[in-house]
């Protein structure tokens, strides 16, 4: 059980890293959230489920006109899902820890989620009025992995597990019953 403590506290302490990095970064009162999610699902034209680059021509319509069955089952479930999902409710899934990334060829989104996929140690979702930044916490202190502030700043919805850019893109993320916890009991802001 003091073992279980002593990681609660070294997890509290790299949260107040976080926070403060992200804060003296935005000049402005910060929040954060333990960010789980490792494993990254592309739904993006021009990347394929892994993220990587997408092969073009005969290979690609071959394979559409074989997924093109399946697409027309798994397109009304997504759908409903993705309803239940924009209103609060989340099933539970085989898909905990996990980041879908949807958008269009020329979204955004995917640096987010690269950054996520290239990350080592602890990941930290921080956001603030004017900026959102992703980071991870090492030996050597708290990085940022990534960041967006101002204008490209995306939506945050922490409760709805979502963030959501100008341009339509998203990415859709679980939380831990710890931080889905912090979140509920703080409002929003843990």
Not at 75 to 97: D, N, T
Request: proline share 4%; charged share 25%; net charge positive.
């Amino acid at each position: 059980m003091a073992q279980e403590s002593d990681s609660a506290r070294f997890h509290e302490q790299d949260r107040e890293l976080a926070r403060r990095t992200a804060a003296q970064l935005a000049g402005e009162s910060t929040s954060v959230i333990h960010f789980a999610a490792r494993k990254v699902v592309y739904d993006v034209p021009g990347r394929r489920r892994n993220g990587t680059q997408q092969s073009t021509g005969a290979t690609r319509v071959l394979q559409m006109i074989v997924m093109a069955p399946l697409a027309i089952l798994y397109i009304p479930v997504m759908l409903f899902l993705s309803l239940l999902a924009e209103a609060g409710i989340q099933l539970h899934s085989r898909r905990a820890r996990q980041v879908s990334v949807h958008g269009d060829r020329a979204c955004t989104t995917p640096s987010f989620a690269d950054a996520v996929r290239a990350s080592e140690g602890s990941l930290w979702l921080a956001w603030s009025k004017s900026q959102v930044t992703l980071m991870t916490t090492s030996d050597h202190g708290p990085q940022v992995v990534w960041r967006s502030s101002r204008q490209d700043r995306p939506e945050l919805k922490i409760a709805k597990t979502t963030v959501r850019w100008a341009d339509g893109s998203r990415v859709e993320f679980d939380l831990s019953p710890e931080e889905r916890q912090r979140v509920t009991e703080r409002n929003g802001t843990p």
